[in-house]
């Protein structure tokens, strides 16, 4: 006879188990630290390029060792002709997001990838850095086919973050912007064993490749309750300002939200309880852009607050990161369907980490699960 066990509620999702080392990030209550850096200390001091060495190189960059690392980032970004024409087709369908789009492009990239199959720790590093590189463009070149533009080509006298807003709208963004839009992605960089990165290390721990590795990792990162929390939490902003537009109020409209045991987007997370250190950095920053674009930018920063003070109030439970980062995209002018492509933008260097540390000592990841099913029973009955 078969038994079953009882599952814990608290068990699920394996929530509160450590399941592995890793030397590449510490996430806890009380900080973040990306190879024993602060993420204060390095969202204030680091650029994301540094942060990208820092992560998929392992460690701080010498001077010298940064220019080089630029340069070859810089020389790194054009992507294959076929690739252009997959976008073209795809990109103004109407039906496909930007990260299925994107998905489907570093899926694409990995057949000219010539060290597709090597998982070698030398190979590993220069796919990591044409995928850092080549992902700009592709986020870029679909977002201008989708608003109708004749796309741009990479620009090598432009920095990483810099690049990326002149690959999506085919404008040179003006020193905040490019600052702002650096710090989200140092902010975004890598969180230890989260979901996306944890499919990452599943599919590596295979010794399949990285590029099916990061494909993986971005399906995981699309839903809502991960990296798509960002587009959701801007879209919910714009659901509250149309009820009030209709007469409605902020309370009223959480209230209901909590009546229907709606989940809040951009709010909660399964490690911070007391807040997330990400948040109030990125809020900062993208504040200042609200303050340049003016009333019209800070409105979102305002109704932000209010929905930030309510769920405080009733629900303790504080924004993680994807909240000032949905407001911040948008008051920067960045249409909301890209928010979570450029989370992989910053991600990415902290997948190809994990997925290098993965096959460095690797041993196939396969858990235990708890059959609940039915008893023992005859075919022939
Ligand atoms: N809105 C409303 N209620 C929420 C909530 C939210 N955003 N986040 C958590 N809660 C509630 C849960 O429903 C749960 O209530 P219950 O005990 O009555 O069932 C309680 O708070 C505890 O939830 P918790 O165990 O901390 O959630 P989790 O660890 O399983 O899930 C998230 C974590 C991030 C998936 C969850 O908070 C969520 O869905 N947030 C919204 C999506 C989001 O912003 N994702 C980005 C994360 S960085």
Redesign the pocket.
């Known amino acids: 006879m078969t038994t079953t066990m009882p599952k814990p509620k ?1 068990a ?2 394996l ?1 509160g188990q450590t399941i592995g080392d890793t030397e590449i990030c510490s996430v806890n209550q009380t900080s973040l630290i990306y190879r024993g850096y602060e993420i204060a200390d390095l969202a204030a001091n680091a650029t994301f390029e540094e942060v990208a060495h820092l992560l998929i190189v392992g460690h701080k960059a010498s001077p010298s060792e940064l220019k080089d690392f630029k340069d070859e980032l810089r020389g790194l970004r054009e992507i294959p002709e076929g690739l252009k024409t997959v976008l073209r087709e795809i990109a103004p369908s109407g039906v496909a997001h930007p990260m299925a789009i994107l998905r489907t492009g570093v899926s694409y990239l990995s057949h000219f990838d010539p060290d597709v199959e090597d998982n070698s720790s030398d190979a590993e590093h220069r796919k990591a850095k044409r995928l850092l590189a080549q992902i700009p463009t592709i986020i870029g070149y679909g977002q201008m086919v989708r608003d109708g533009k004749t796309p741009v080509d990479p620009d090598p006298s432009l920095d990483h973050c810099a690049n990326l807003l002149w690959c999506m709208s085919g404008e040179r963004p003006d020193e905040l912007r490019a600052k702002v839009m650096d710090v989200s992605l140092i902010l975004y960089a890598e969180h230890d064993f989260n979901a996306s990165t944890f499919t990452g290390r599943v599919i590596a721990s295979t010794m399949s490749d990285m590029h099916s590795a990061v494909c993986g990792a971005i399906g995981a990162l699309k839903g ?4 798509g ?1 960002n587009e ?2 801007m879209e919910m902003l714009q659901e509250i300002d149309a009820y009030i537009a209709e007469g409605g109020n902020t309370a009223a409209f959480m209230q209901k ?2 009546d229907e ?10 490690v911070y ?1 007391n807040g ?1 250190h990400r948040a109030g950095i990125m809020r900062e920053w993208g504040y200042q852009v609200a303050e340049k674009v003016g009333p019209e930018g800070l409105k979102w920063f305002a109704l932000g607050d209010e929905v930030k003070r309510i ?1 405080l109030e009733e ?1 303790s ?1 504080h924004a ?4 000032p980062c949905g407001q911040t995209y948008y008051v920067m002018g960045i249409p909301v369907p890209q928010y979570t492509p450029l989370f992989v933008a910053a991600r990415v260097t902290g997948w190809c980490a994990h997925i290098m540390e993965q096959h460095r000592d690797n041993r196939i990841i396969r858990p235990l699960a708890n059959y609940s099913g039915p008893e023992l029973r005859s075919w022939q009955g």
């Open positions: 608290d699920r999702g929530a809502e309750l991960h990296g929390a959701k939490a939200a909590f045991k709606r989940k809040l987007m951009g709010f909660g997370h399964r309880k997330d769920m629900k439970i993680n990161v994807d909240f």
